[in-house]
């Protein structure tokens, strides 16, 4: 799959603003639901036996919180001084929300540190990268300089390796005609992040393995 143009009406503006907002919604509800029942039972009398039980899940919820928001203020927003990231601070947002699940992350960028538009590209590539091992598996992340251009390549690989259709839609930069809106609009986001910074994105899926490939301007 190569980087495409659009050739129908893409969300703008406010449209797109509603888009990430919900994703964003969807996204904290999970650990704040969970703090919330953590409270509940701290305040039950009857489920004192579960106290540590509650904190322990308050506290597990309150990381997953922080976590979303570190790497949502970088991967979807300009709420930050630094005008520039280390791969080492990209690589622990990223952790942050992918330890623990099915897949395995090699963060293998190099050293240096990475402007906003490539940091947003790279930290949204390597999320999607492990999102297309649903049942486990090996994500690998690397960087390197080619000339002017950082190419950021994620490479993942698994029995169950894929992309949905809304990834593959928002991935070339095409209009969701169906399936889920918050399926589709992160990988579409990466493809406009791409492009607003006149780089590129490319995307190449196999049998067991899915590879992400954005080239982005220093």
């Known amino acids: 799959m190569t980087d495409t143009a659009p050739n129908a009406a893409l969300p703008d503006g406010q449209a797109l603003a509603t888009l990430v907002a919900g994703k964003l919604c969807h996204d904290f509800i999970s650990p704040a639901g969970a703090i919330s029942s953590g409270l509940d039972l701290l305040k039950d009398p009857s489920a004192q036996d579960m106290r540590d039980d509650a904190m322990g899940l308050i506290e597990a919820s309150a990381r997953k919180m922080i976590a979303l928001v570190n790497f949502a203020r970088v991967a979807f927003g300009a709420a930050t001084s630094a005008e520039r990231f280390s791969g080492a601070e990209l690589g622990e947002l990223v952790s942050g929300l992918t330890d623990g699940g099915r897949a395995t ?32 598996g090996a994500a690998t992340v690397r960087t390197r300089a080619d000339g002017d251009t950082v190419v950021i390549e994620g490479v993942a690989e698994g029995a169950r390796a894929r992309l949905k259709g809304e990834a593959v839609a928002g991935l070339a930069g095409q209009p969701l005609t169906e399936g889920l809106q918050g399926q589709w609009i992160q990988p579409y986001w990466l493809w406009l992040t791409a492009h607003d910074a006149g780089g590129t994105l490319t995307v190449t899926a196999e049998e067991g393995r899915v590879t992400l490939v954005a080239r982005m301007p220093n």
Request: neutral net charge.
């Open 105 to 136: 992350l090699d963060w293998a960028v190099t050293e240096g540190t990475y402007s906003k538009p490539q940091s947003r590209a790279l930290i949204n590539l390597a999320y999607l990268t492990v999102a297309a091992l649903p049942s486990g």
